[in-house]
């Protein structure tokens, strides 16, 4: 068994997928648009023809699906956080700055040194989407 992330951007997911493409690596497994469902029977809102209905993205060694949902833009986060483990404190450091306040988002928890990370921080992106970055002691 297995379980993997699944985030609904409602509108706002080719966006999402450049903006992790350029600050973490991410790499596009396969998309699909509304347009191109193999389900004609399938409605789509008007205006939602190029919207992402499903896309994998490959982060480093990490998998995460999104989609556009309903496009409704009003993507909604609470109650989780994706945790990303960096190489070390530097490619933290990097990390946490891309997805935080110079890109639009906020920190949660300033990167700190803890008894189990030589770094920790929470950070959540222009999304909303919470990230935990670690670098676990050895």
Not at 97 to 112: K, R, T, W
Request: hydrophobic fraction near 40%; aromatic fraction near 10%; charge should be negative.
């Amino acid at each position: 068994m297995r379980v993997d992330s699944y985030l609904n951007f409602d509108g706002r997911c080719e966006e999402a997928i450049e903006f992790y493409k350029k600050n973490l690596g991410a790499e596009t497994n396969m998309l699909i648009r509304f347009k191109d469902s193999p389900d004609k029977s399938m409605p789509i809102q008007p205006g939602s023809e190029n919207k992402v209905l499903h896309c994998e993205l490959q982060i480093g060694e990490s998998k995460i699906m999104a989609s556009d949902c309903h496009c409704a833009e009003k993507a909604g986060f609470s109650g989780f956080s994706l945790s990303l483990t960096a190489n070390d404190d530097a490619q933290a450091k990097k990390i946490f700055a891309a997805l935080g306040e110079c890109n639009g988002g906020e920190v949660a928890q300033p990167l700190i040194s803890t008894f189990f990370a030589s770094s920790f921080g929470v950070v959540n992106d222009k999304f909303g989407v919470s990230w935990m970055i670690v670098v676990p002691t050895k």
